[in-house]
C-alpha cells in the first residue's frame, strides 16, 4: 500500500466525469488500498477517485467502523432533507452548509465485482452524496448555501468535537 497525494481544488480533475470500472484485478485493488490508507492518513470520512487523480468510479467511505469500497456506486433512493456542514480533502480548511438527503440508499460493486446495496442516513447519507459528486466532477462548493466563517467553526468544534472532511 502506499499514500496517493490529493488533488486539491483548481486540478481540472475534480471538475470531469469519472468512467465506470469494468475491470476487477490486482490493479483495482492496488488502487482501493492506497486510497483506503490515504484516507486514513488525511483523518476523512470519505474519499473519490478523482481525488487522488483517478478517474474511475470508485470511493472509499469511513465512518469509524472500518472501511467501505464502493466500486460504480449509484444513489437509488433518497429520502428528507437535512442541512449539513461539510468540507472536502481537497479543499483544505474550508466549510460550508449545503442541504442533503436525511438518508440515502445505494448499490455498488465490491473489489471483486459482486452487486451489493447499503442504505443510511445523516452523516452516511452526506457522505455518500458527497463522494458520488465528485465522480460527476461536482464540489460541493458547487451546491454551498452558504461558506462557515471560521469563527463559526471555531464554536461549532467546541460544541460537537471536531468534524471530519469528506
Same mark, same amino acid.
Given at each position: 500500500m502506499a499514500l496517493r497525494q490529493i488533488v486539491k481544488e483548481g486540478d481540472s480533475v475534480l471538475r470531469k466525469k469519472?468512467?465506470?470500472v469494468t475491470e476487477y484485478n490486482q490493479k483495482l485493488w492496488t488502487l482501493l488500498d492506497d486510497m483506503k490508507e490515504t484516507l486514513a492518513d488525511a483523518k476523512g470520512v470519505g474519499l473519490a477517485a478523482p481525488q487522488v487523480g483517478i478517474l474511475r468510479r470508485i470511493i472509499i467511505i469511513d465512518m469509524g467502523d472500518g472501511p467501505i469500497e464502493m466500486i460504480n456506486p449509484e444513489i437509488i433512493e433518497r429520502r428528507g432533507e437535512r442541512e449539513c456542514m461539510e468540507g472536502c480533502l481537497s479543499i483544505p480548511g474550508q466549510w460550508g452548509i449545503l442541504k442533503r438527503p436525511e438518508y440515502v440508499k445505494m448499490r455498488y460493486r465490491d473489489r471483486y465485482g459482486d452487486l451489493y446495496e447499503i442504505e443510511g442516513?445523516? &452523516?452516511?447519507?452526506?457522505?455518500?452524496?458527497?463522494?458520488?459528486?465528485?465522480?460527476?466532477?461536482? &464540489?460541493y462548493i458547487d451546491k454551498v448555501i452558504r461558506m462557515v466563517d471560521p469563527s463559526e467553526l471555531e464554536e461549532q468544534e467546541e460544541e460537537n468535537g471536531d468534524e471530519q472532511e469528506a
Open positions: 469519472c468512467r465506470p442516513e445523516e &452523516l452516511f447519507a452526506s457522505c455518500a452524496c458527497h463522494e458520488t459528486d465528485h465522480l460527476d466532477g461536482t &464540489l
